[in-house]
C-alpha cells in the first residue's frame, strides 16, 4: 500500500484552474492499482452578515474557490486527455458554466470524443439548447431520466452523480470483448455535487476521483450503471425503471460470471433502485448504512444536507447515539433555519427535516450546523449549502454517495429516486474523511449557539 499525502491548506500558486491541477486534499493507491483522490470543497469566505468560512458569496469567493477544490480542473484534465474517446455523464442537474464549456471546446478539438448526459427530466432542454451551440454537437447526446413533476403520483429523479471516462469509443463491458487490453484504464467520480453552478466550488462537497484498471469489478459496475440507463429517447414510461432495474442486474450478473473481473471486498457499489430478488442477491444501500453504523465501537460521524426519515433517525442514529459510542453530526442550517416550519422564505423544506433534527437533539453527543445562510440579506447573493453526505465508522468503513438521507433516496420501502452509494473499507480513504469532518467542525457552529436549538417543539 502506498501512503498517502495528505494537504490540508491549498496554496494560491499552484491552486490554478487554467495551469496546475491544485493538490487533492488526499491521494493513494489501493489493490489492483486503483488509483484515488479526494478533494472537498472548503471554500475559504469571509463575509458581513455571516460566519467566516461558512457563508460564502458568489461575487466574492466562486473563482478562487474554483482554484481551491481543483475539482473543475481535474475533470477538465479527464476531458483533455487524449487516450479519453467517450465520457459519460449522470446528475441531477447540470449549471456549472465552467465544465460546460470544457465539454464543448474538447468536442470541438477533438472531433472522435463522444459525450453521453444522463440528466433529471427539468434541466433536459436548457442543457439540450447549450450544447446544440457547440461544433461537433452530433457527437454529443443528451437522455432525459426522472419523471415528474416531482410532488406527483410516482414521480422520481435522476439523482446519480457520475463521471465516467473510457478509453474506448463506445459503451463495452470488459465481457462484451473477445480479448481484454491490459493497458486500459477507466477512470469515474463519487461526489455529493451535482455539476451545478456551486458544486465544485462554494457547495460544501466531497469528490473522490478514481483511476482503475480495465479489469476492476467497481469500475465495471459504473460502465453497468450506464448500460442500464440505455439509448431511449424518453424515459417517463412508466416501465423505464423495471427495465433500468434488470439492466443493471443482468450486467452485474454476467460481471459475476466473468473470469475477466477482479473481485474487490474493500469497495462495496450500490445502485438503486434494485432488483429485489435472491437471483441477483442485492444488498440495500439502507442496510449497507445499517449494518456499518451498528458495527461502531468508538465513533460515528455523519455530514448531512437532509435527514428526513425516521427511520434511519429512530431505527439507526438515536440507538447509537445512547450507547457508549461517541456519536457527532452536521447539518446544514438551511433546512431548519429557513424552513416553513421554523419562518423564513429561503428554503421551503418539508417539516421531515425539522421533525427528525428534533428527535435527535438532545440524543447526540455533539450536534453542529454550517451556517451556509446566515443571516445576510440585501444584495449577499444566492444561499449556497452544506450539501455533504458521508458517514465515518472508527477507522473501519466510510458510507458516501450522491443521496440524502431520505426514504426516496435509500429506496426504504419502495423504489424510489436513481441514486448511488458506496461502502469503503479502504483504512487510507475512510481516515482522510474522517480528518475532512473535523476540519468541516471547525467551521461550523454547536447547536447549543444556533438559534434553533431552542426553538419551541411544535406538534404536527
Not at 455571516?50 to 460564502?56: D, E, R, S, T, V
Not at 450500490?270 to 465501537?297: G, H, T
Not at 429506496?411 to 481516515?431: M, Q, R, T
Request: charge should be neutral.
Amino acid at each position: 500500500m502506498k501512503k498517502i499525502i495528505l494537504l490540508l491548506v491549498c496554496s494560491i500558486s499552484i491552486c490554478s484552474f487554467s495551469a496546475e491541477i491544485s493538490k487533492p486534499f488526499a491521494q493513494g493507491v489501493a489493490s489492483n492499482d486503483l488509483k484515488w483522490e479526494a478533494r472537498f470543497n472548503m471554500p475559504d469566505c469571509d463575509n458581513q452578515g455571516g460566519k467566516k468560512n461558512a457563508w460564502c458569496v458568489q461575487s466574492n469567493d466562486m473563482k478562487k474557490a474554483i482554484e481551491k477544490s481543483g475539482v473543475e480542473a481535474k475533470l477538465n484534465s479527464w476531458i483533455n486527455d487524449p487516450k479519453i474517446k467517450s465520457l459519460y455523464l449522470a446528475y441531477l442537474s447540470f449549471s456549472n458554466a465552467g465544465v460546460k464549456k470544457a465539454l464543448c471546446e474538447g468536442a470541438k478539438s477533438r472531433p472522435d470524443l463522444k459525450l453521453n448526459i444522463y440528466i433529471n427530466y427539468d434541466s433536459y432542454d436548457s442543457l439540450v439548447e447549450y450544447f446544440s451551440k457547440c461544433q461537433n454537437h452530433k457527437n454529443i447526446k443528451i437522455y432525459s431520466r426522472g419523471k415528474g413533476p416531482f410532488s406527483s403520483a410516482g414521480a422520481y429523479l435522476q439523482h446519480t452523480k457520475i463521471f465516467l471516462a473510457l478509453e474506448t469509443s463506445d459503451l463495452k463491458s470488459i465481457f462484451d470483448e473477445q480479448e481484454q487490453s491490459g493497458e486500459r484504464r477507466i477512470k469515474f467520480t463519487s461526489s455529493s455535487a451535482n455539476m451545478s453552478a456551486y458544486g465544485t466550488n462554494l457547495h460544501f462537497e466531497n469528490w473522490l476521483f478514481f483511476d482503475a484498471k480495465e479489469n476492476d469489478y467497481v469500475a465495471q459496475q459504473n460502465i453497468c450503471v450506464f448500460k442500464a440507463y440505455g439509448n431511449e429517447e424518453d424515459s417517463l414510461a412508466s416501465k423505464y425503471k423495471g427495465v433500468f432495474k434488470q439492466r443493471y442486474a443482468d450486467c452485474v450478473q454476467a460481471l459475476n460470471n466473468s473470469k475477466k473481473v477482479i473481485p474487490r471486498e474493500d469497495i462495496k457499489f450500490y445502485l438503486v433502485p434494485l432488483i429485489k430478488s435472491a437471483q441477483y442477491n442485492f444488498e440495500r444501500p439502507y442496510d449497507a448504512m445499517k449494518r456499518a453504523v451498528f458495527s461502531a465501537k468508538e465513533n460515528v460521524y455523519v455530514a448531512i444536507h437532509r435527514l428526513m426519515t425516521g427511520k434511519i433517525t429512530k431505527d439507526i442514529f438515536i440507538p447509537v447515539a445512547q450507547s457508549s459510542v461517541n456519536f457527532e453530526i452536521i447539518y446544514d442550517d438551511d433546512t431548519l433555519r429557513f424552513g416553513k416550519e421554523d419562518g423564513g422564505d429561503y428554503f421551503d423544506v418539508d417539516r421531515n427535516d425539522v421533525m427528525n433534527y428534533r428527535m435527535l437533539r438532545r440524543k447526540a453527543d455533539q450536534i453542529y450546523f454550517m451556517e451556509t445562510n446566515a443571516q445576510a440579506s440585501g444584495d449577499s447573493g444566492k444561499p449556497h449549502l452544506f450539501h455533504n453526505k458521508f458517514i465515518v465508522v472508527d477507522d473501519k468503513y466510510l458510507f458516501q454517495g450522491a443521496g440524502n438521507f431520505t426514504s426516496s433516496s435509500l429506496n426504504i420501502v419502495d423504489d424510489g429516486n436513481i441514486e448511488n452509494f458506496y461502502l469503503i473499507e479502504i483504512p487510507e480513504i475512510v481516515k482522510v474523511y474522517s480528518q475532512a469532518f473535523q476540519l468541516l467542525k471547525q467551521r461550523a457552529t454547536r447547536q447549543e449557539d444556533h438559534e434553533v436549538y431552542n426553538h419551541e417543539d411544535k406538534v404536527y
